[in-house]
Every structure is written in C-alpha cells, then in structure tokens.
T-cell receptor
Framework: ETGVTQTPRHLVMGMTNKKSLKCEQH?????MYWYKQSAKKPLELMFV???????ENNSVPSRFSPECPNSSHLFLHLHTLQPEDSALYLC?????????????FGPGTRLTVL | GQNIDQPTEMTATEGAIVQINCTYQ??????LFWYQQHAGEAPTFLSY??LDGLEEKGRFSSFLSRSKGYSYLLLKELQMKDSASYLC??????????WGAGTKLIIKP
C-alpha cells in the first residue's frame, strides 16, 4: 500500500533537538493516526484525528505535539525527547475514523534519540 | 484490562501450512483484523472478521470464534516472501483497535 507516505524514514536526534515527522495520505480518507511501535511490543496508539479534529490523545507526554492542518496531512512535532522514545513511528489513515473501517499504514519513521 | 495474545515467533517450511493463533480479552468486540508487516515496512491489511467462521482469501484464511475469544490466520503453500510479522488487532466497544505484539514467522527452505 503506497497511499500513505512518511518522511523522513530515519531520524537521529539529540535530547535537546526539535524535529518534525510528516505524514501524507493520498487515499481521500478522513481520519489519521499516529502510532508508536517498539520492539516486541503492541502498537501504541498516540493520537487520532477525524476530519482534522483531534479525537484521541492516549496520555501522550507533551514532548510529542501533533498537528493536522487538513485531512491529508499529519505532523508530529518532537522536542526534548528521551532515549526511551526511540522507536518506529507509524502513521495510518482510514475512511471514516470509526466503527469497522480499515486502517492503512505508512512505512514509518525510525527514530533514534541519543 | 484488555489483552491480545499471540505467539512471539514461529518457524515453518516453504510449501507447508502454518496456523498463527490469536486470543483476545477485550471490553466489547467490533471485529478482528490481521495485518502483515515485513521488517522495516508498513503493516498491510490482510483480513477482517466480525462474524464467526472462516474467511478465505487466496493462500490466506482467517477464522473467528467470538464465544471463545479466538482467531487464527492460516497460511497455505508457504513462500519465502511470507516471512514477516503478523499482527492481530481487535476493535473494542469504543471502536478502538487493541493490538497484539505480533508473531514473527520465519520460513525455511
């Protein structure tokens, strides 16, 4: 599935840096998601946006700040991260953001915090 | 609490059949998904079950028993390219996806 793109694919940053992850979906979907994937752990839902409005924030630390300017674009702004934040960050989209619709994922950004 | 259990790793032989099990305990049920994820790539949708029974899609089939809180993914005629992680996820009563940690499937020639 190439309908969801993410940049950069790899990112190394220090704990004092500020960086942003970008996600773009070309599927005409109305919901977008940020997930964190750590080795051998279940996917952790971070944020959900439906029609550009944030509808979920799963107790994510404030050093992660999402932004959804329109239904096709989603950003994750990062600042003063910790080494334990190193993980694969996946973006996903779905048609309606609820009920039984299927989520489609981007390839992820591999983040390393030094 | 909510929980999805699946084996951490399985090994199978090229050309054979493998069954990956998933058991779940969730607050409500609104469907079960299977995704495939190759190393370093995006999870890709494989199947969706909401009613009991078997759904067949080519070499892959997925089974659901809601009364037992159980599903399996059956892969037939295994190919080397099937080496990947397989993720089980359940939509709970709030339509939120609860994910398992994934099963890493290793295919040997």
């Amino acid at each position: 599935e190439t309908g969801v793109t993410q940049t950069p694919r790899h990112l190394v940053m220090g704990m004092t840096n500020k960086k942003s992850l970008k996600c773009e979906q070309h599927l005409g979907h109305n919901a977008m998601y940020w997930y964190k994937q750590s080795a051998k752990k279940p996917l952790e839902l971070m944020f959900v946006y439906n029609f550009k409005e944030q509808t979920e924030n799963n107790s994510v630390p404030s050093r992660f700040s999402p932004e959804c300017p329109n239904s096709s674009h989603l950003f994750l702004h990062l600042h003063t991260l910790q080494p334990e934040d190193s993980a694969l960050y996946l973006c996903a989209s779905s048609p309606a953001g609820g009920e039984t619709d299927t989520q489609y994922f981007g390839p992820g950004t591999r983040l390393t915090v030094l | 609490g909510q929980n999805i259990d699946q084996p951490t790793e399985m090994t199978a032989t090229e050309g054979a059949i493998v069954q990956i099990n998933c058991t779940y305990q969730t607050s409500g049920f609104n469907g079960l998904f299977w995704y495939q994820q190759h190393a370093g790539e995006a999870p890709t949708f494989l199947s969706y079950n909401v009613l009991d029974g078997l759904e067949e899609k080519g070499r892959f089939s997925s089974f659901l028993s809601r009364s037992k809180g159980y599903s399996y993914l059956l892969l037939k005629e295994l190919q080397m390219k099937d080496s990947a992680s397989y993720l089980c996820a359940v939509k709970d009563s709030n339509y939120q996806l609860i994910w398992g940690a994934g099963t890493k499937l290793i295919i040997k020639p």
